[in-house]
DNA sequence: TCAGTAGTTCTGGACTTATGAACTATTGAA
DNA sequence: TTCAATAGTTCATAAGTCCAGAACTACTGA
């Protein structure tokens, strides 16, 4: 838990993390190269898909060429009821709140 | 948010912000010498204390010689609905998974 | 004024994090 | 099969953050 709150304490990483929760469908790297208007070297985009991983928030499997990320919900909302969607949702309220004019992501 | 969620990623500092929560009355730094059974330096402390007030996470008020935090719970839950209360109980979930026989704290 | 208690600031070493360069893995085409 | 292209990972290092001891400030009571 205290790997969930660090990796989602990181403003790029929570804005990937709302990306892969919010599409229904799995994310590939190259979907984050850009964050927030800010572009992100790969390098730097796989050690955080790594950190999100190792926090059990998501899981990573190859297709051919890329990878999808698809979020572990599911197991989180088991282990910590309620966690997951609070911080996702304060991520939308900020978000908003910050670019008010322009709709998330 | 982010610094909310960076404070209370340190194990050291959820447990404090958990204790300052759980009981009513506010809490002294040296309440938190020892945290899960671990010595704190009172300079580390101090830090943590501070990372908590910068995140909004507390308020810090000097009574004559000592100082009492209180947590902000009620502002916190306006700007982010359930986070708080998900973090804390997440907390409560993980330290009882933890050490089975002994209560909270 | 002094001693004692409570907490803060400073500083340097240890640890983390971000990123460019070089690498591996997979695919599709020649 | 070889080659080029795409997608990600690993490595090295420079920059940044964190911990904890030493020295400090703030307040109280004698």
Known sequence: MEGVLHALADPVRVA???GIVAQGCPQNCSSFLTVSD???????????FKILREAGLIRSERHGVE???????A?????F???IQAIVNAHAIQ????ARP????
């Open 16 to 18: 990937m993390y709302a």
């Open 38 to 48: 800010k572009a992100i070297p790969k390098s730097t985009l796989s050690q955080h």
């Open 67 to 73: 990878m999808r990320n698809v979020s572990r919900c």
């Open 75 to 79: 197991e989180l909302e088991q282990r």
């Open 81 to 83: 009821p309620g966690l």
């Open 95 to 98: 978000s908003a709140a910050k």
């Open 102 to 105: 322009v709709s998330v992501r």
